[in-house]
């Protein structure tokens, strides 16, 4: 996780709430990444950027948006969260496409 | 909250056994291999990688083998130990893709008996 951080680590909200989860990161890799993962789905891509302002959609990006307005900070914004949202959600990075991602600490959100 | 490791295939073995990890890969033309560990709670952490133009690599205790001809990859841990109880997931890149995003795969889980 070295280099990598994200928050919150635990939260809890109620469905149709606005929420927010931030990763940061140290090392200065250009690609940053979202994923959630469940119980029998294994890691699941949402989105990802591959630079500042430059963001692209994953295989499960319905609900969800980001932004990334600095080289360092990736955020991953649910409009109006839904209980289908209750995951773990893990931020990676890498220096380039298709090179090792390495992962943050995670974030488990319960939406209730 | 559920476990993700629930799930998923489970490799259980002997303290100081050597212990296999399999995982059969989708694409013909992904180039680049990862093994990745998770232990609960935590995120995946970065083991061992090969490249397509390598069958064998490598590392401290951890061996990697790539076997392109039947798309089939290992993870070969020598003399396990309780610390190395974990799920374990390969992932494959095709370096020259079109988005080269990496793709998971689900995951085995290891445990290790004292």
């Known amino acids: 996780d070295a280099g990598i951080t994200q928050s919150p680590r635990h939260k809890v909200t109620e469905t149709g709430t606005p929420v927010t989860l931030r990763c940061h990161q140290t090392e200065n890799h250009r690609y940053m990444y979202w994923y959630r993962q469940d119980p029998g789905h294994g890691l699941r891509l949402i989105h990802y950027?591959?630079?500042?302002?430059?963001?692209d959609k994953g295989e499960v990006s319905d609900g969800y948006s980001v932004s990334r307005s600095k080289t360092e900070d990736f955020l991953l914004t649910l409009e109006s969260a839904t209980s289908s949202q209750t995951s773990v959600y893990f931020c990676?990075?890498?220096?380039?496409?298709?090179?090792?991602?390495?992962f943050g600490p995670g974030t488990r959100l319960l939406v209730l | 909250g559920e476990s993700v490791g629930l799930h998923l295939p489970t490799l259980s073995v002997q303290e100081g056994d050597n212990s296999i990890i399999n995982c059969a890969y989708s694409n013909s033309a992904s180039d680049y291999f990862i093994w990745y560990k998770q232990e609960s709670g935590k995120g995946p952490q970065f083991i061992i990688d090969i490249r397509s133009n390598m069958d064998k690599r490598q590392g401290q205790r951890v061996t990697v083998l790539l076997n392109k001809t039947v798309k089939h990859l290992s993870l070969q841990i020598a003399a396990t130990q309780p610390g190395d109880s974990a799920v374990y997931f390969c992932a494959e890149s095709n370096y020259g893709g079109s988005q080269g995003n990496l793709i998971f795969g689900k995951g085995t889980k290891l445990s290790v008996k004292p």
């Open positions: 990676a990075i890498s220096v380039g496409a298709g090179e090792t991602q390495y």
């Open positions: 950027s591959y630079g500042v302002k430059d963001t």
